[in-house]
């Protein structure tokens, strides 16, 4: 999904607006691609009682090739070649829907200021001049773990880009999922980040993450270059929850998914959300990245717009730099609400909305020009070391503020709370600032949604 939009920077007592043009989400090019990937697949739904081999044959019998079979939620990922091959399964009395298989993106913000690459580098070393082990500012502002407080034997699930599982810095369990057939090995970046985020380990080197004490799982449901489909979050979900039965050790608690795209007709009963009603049942909670798109709201994304998903937005970790444009004094605080978060305050009817904020930024600054730069989250780096950039981009987004509330949900697994609504409320209950963070964004882009949630925070 590519989103480009323009921002006007807003100041106090003042008409004047200098324009901002920013791209956010992932790039055009990266969107055709995906969508060319994925043009011919389609998640196909069975009347119940439908068995697996009755569903292979279908597809089978249909001329469509098989990509995935669901038993968790009835269904199968299918692709297909033809007219004619989805005719032949629309005419199956054993078929309930065909929905497309959706392109995914990860939710990485594509412009602003780097802040520098950190400790990127050799593996295992600290380089760059920086202390041997660092823990980076969004890390402080949810709650620096400490002993007893590590989220020692739960399992963080990071559906995304892959893990680097070589990397020193990160506790990679040896059961893995790749969509793709691989490894699970990372050649983006962006998982690999997300990971370090939610559980980097106390080890001396490197940086510190929010569950050091956590055992990371690698699910790799985005491609290198950062798009997946919706039947990978499917397998994905299905693994988790058949791998818990199984006896896993440590179960695994929590699915990150730093990801998304905008809702589509039929997805509130389609098969994405069938499979994480079926995981939140089995006891995962499913932790999403809200978006990057202020212009939308949460309810509008998914899987963040689904009641069982706890939706993160993102918010400045740290105040920023005094500002260098004329037309706005000051700094940009912490706790405002970043430039690009999708917001939306959480409905107590249907259950929607964001759960709480996070750091997706460790600050942001004013420069001459007017604009804001947003300088990226310290985290791991593929190939070893740390780094607060992915490829050219800053590590800036609402997928660098969900990796920080999953972290958080494991620790509050460890220390004994169970149940993914209890999770969220324990969330909401402890977040700082309730009724006065985040604040108001100084973007035109951003409107405020009703609801101050506060930023997550640990609390004993």
Same mark, same amino acid.
């Given at each position: 999904?590519?989103?480009?939009?323009?921002?006007?920077?807003?100041?106090?007592?003042?008409?004047?607006?200098?324009?901002?043009?920013?791209?956010?989400?992932?790039?055009?090019?990266?969107?055709?691609?995906?969508?060319?990937?994925?043009?011919?697949?389609?998640?196909?739904?069975?009347?119940?009682?439908?068995?697996?081999?009755?569903?292979?044959?279908?597809?089978?019998?249909?001329?469509?090739? $098989?990509?995935?079979?669901?038993?968790?939620?009835?269904?199968?990922?299918?692709?297909?070649?033809?007219?004619?091959?989805?005719?032949?399964?629309?005419?199956?009395?054993?078929?309930?829907?065909?929905?497309?298989?959706?392109?995914?993106?990860?939710?990485?913000?594509?412009?602003?200021?780097?802040?520098?690459?950190?400790?990127?580098?050799?593996? !295992?070393?600290?380089?760059? !001049?920086?202390?041997?082990?660092?823990?980076?500012?969004?890390?402080?502002?949810?709650?620096?773990?400490?002993?007893?407080?590590?989220?020692?034997?739960?399992?963080?699930?990071?559906?995304?880009?892959?893990?680097?599982?070589?990397?020193?810095?990160?506790?990679?369990?040896?059961?893995?999922?790749?969509?793709? +057939?691989?490894?699970?090995?990372?050649?983006?970046?962006?998982?690999?980040?997300?990971?370090?985020?939610?559980?980097?380990?106390?080890? +001396?080197?490197?940086?510190?993450?929010?569950?050091?004490?956590?055992?990371?799982?690698?699910?790799?449901?985005?491609?290198?270059?950062?798009?997946?489909?919706?039947?990978?979050?499917?397998?994905?979900?299905?693994?988790?929850?058949?791998?818990?039965?199984?006896?896993?050790?440590?179960?695994?608690?929590?699915?990150?998914?730093?990801?998304?795209?905008?809702?589509?007709?039929?997805?509130?009963?389609?098969?994405?959300?069938?499979?994480?009603?079926?995981?939140?049942?089995?006891?995962?909670?499913?932790?999403?990245?809200?978006?990057?798109?202020?212009?939308?709201?949460?309810?509008?994304?998914?899987?963040?717009?689904?009641?069982?998903?706890?939706?993160?937005?993102?918010?400045?970790?740290?105040? +920023?730099?005094?500002?260098?444009?004329?037309?706005?004094?000051?700094?940009?605080?912490?706790?405002?609400?970043?430039?690009?978060?999708?917001? !939306?305050?959480?409905?107590?009817?249907?259950?929607?909305?964001?759960?709480?904020?996070?750091?997706?930024?460790?600050?942001?600054?004013?420069?001459?020009?007017?604009?804001?730069?947003?300088?990226?989250? $310290?985290?791991?780096?593929?190939?070893?070391?740390?780094?607060?950039?992915?490829?050219?981009?800053?590590?800036?987004?609402?997928?660098?503020?969900?990796?920080?509330?999953?972290? $958080?949900?494991?620790?509050?697994?460890?220390?004994?709370?169970?149940?993914?609504?209890?999770?969220?409320?324990?969330?909401?209950?402890?977040?700082?600032?309730?009724?006065?963070?985040?604040?108001?964004?100084? +973007?035109?882009?951003?409107?405020?949604?009703?609801?101050?949630?506060?930023?997550?925070?640990?609390?004993?």
């Amino acid at each position: 999904m590519s989103n480009t939009g323009a921002f006007l920077f807003r100041s106090a007592g003042l008409s004047a607006a200098v324009a901002i043009l920013a791209t956010i989400l992932f790039p055009p090019a990266a969107v055709a691609q995906a969508q060319s990937a994925v043009g011919d697949g389609y998640v196909v739904t069975f009347r119940s009682g439908t068995t697996s081999a009755d569903r292979a044959a279908a597809t089978r019998g249909a001329g469509a090739a $098989l990509r995935f079979n669901f038993d968790l939620i009835n269904a199968a990922a299918v692709r297909v070649p033809n007219v004619n091959a989805l005719a032949a399964l629309q005419r199956n009395l054993a078929v309930v829907s065909i929905v497309p298989d959706h392109p995914v993106f990860a939710y990485q913000n594509t412009l602003g200021k780097g802040g520098g690459s950190g400790n990127k580098g050799g593996k !295992g070393g600290s380089g760059g !001049g920086e202390p041997a082990e660092v823990v980076p500012e969004g890390v402080q502002r949810v709650g620096e773990p400490t002993t007893g407080t590590e989220g020692a034997g739960v399992g963080i699930m990071i559906g995304d880009t892959g893990i680097d599982w070589t990397h020193p810095d990160l506790n990679v369990a040896p059961e893995k999922f790749d969509a793709f +057939g691989g490894d699970c090995m990372d050649g983006n970046g962006h998982g690999t980040h997300v990971a370090g985020t939610a559980a980097a380990r106390k080890n +001396g080197s490197g940086v510190v993450g929010v569950a050091p004490g956590a055992t990371l799982y690698c699910g790799k449901v985005l491609a290198d270059n950062g798009s997946g489909s919706d039947s990978n979050l499917i397998a994905l979900l299905q693994w988790v929850v058949n791998q818990n039965a199984a006896g896993i050790s440590p179960a695994i608690g929590i699915v990150n998914f730093s990801l998304g795209r905008p809702k589509a007709d039929g997805d509130m009963n389609g098969p994405v959300h069938n499979a994480i009603k079926a995981a939140h049942s089995a006891g995962v909670t499913v932790v999403t990245s809200a978006g990057n798109d202020p212009f939308s709201e949460v309810n509008d994304q998914m899987p963040a717009g689904l009641a069982e998903s706890v939706a993160v937005a993102s918010t400045t970790a740290q105040d +920023g730099d005094p500002s260098k444009c004329v037309f706005f004094a000051g700094s940009i605080p912490a706790n405002t609400a970043s430039y690009f978060t999708t917001d !939306g305050a959480l409905d107590p009817v249907n259950g929607i909305g964001v759960t709480v904020s996070a750091p997706g930024g460790t600050r942001e600054n004013v420069g001459r020009s007017c604009r804001i730069s947003c300088e990226g989250i $310290l985290s791991t780096a593929i190939g070893g070391g740390t780094t607060k950039t992915i490829g050219s981009s800053p590590a800036c987004g609402t997928s660098m503020a969900a990796p920080h509330v999953s972290g $958080l949900a494991a620790r509050r697994i460890a220390a004994g709370l169970s149940g993914p609504e209890n999770i969220r409320n324990r969330l909401r209950l402890d977040a700082e600032g309730k009724g006065t963070a985040p604040l108001d964004s100084p +973007g035109s882009a951003y409107t405020f949604d009703d609801e101050r949630e506060g930023v997550a925070v640990w609390k004993p």
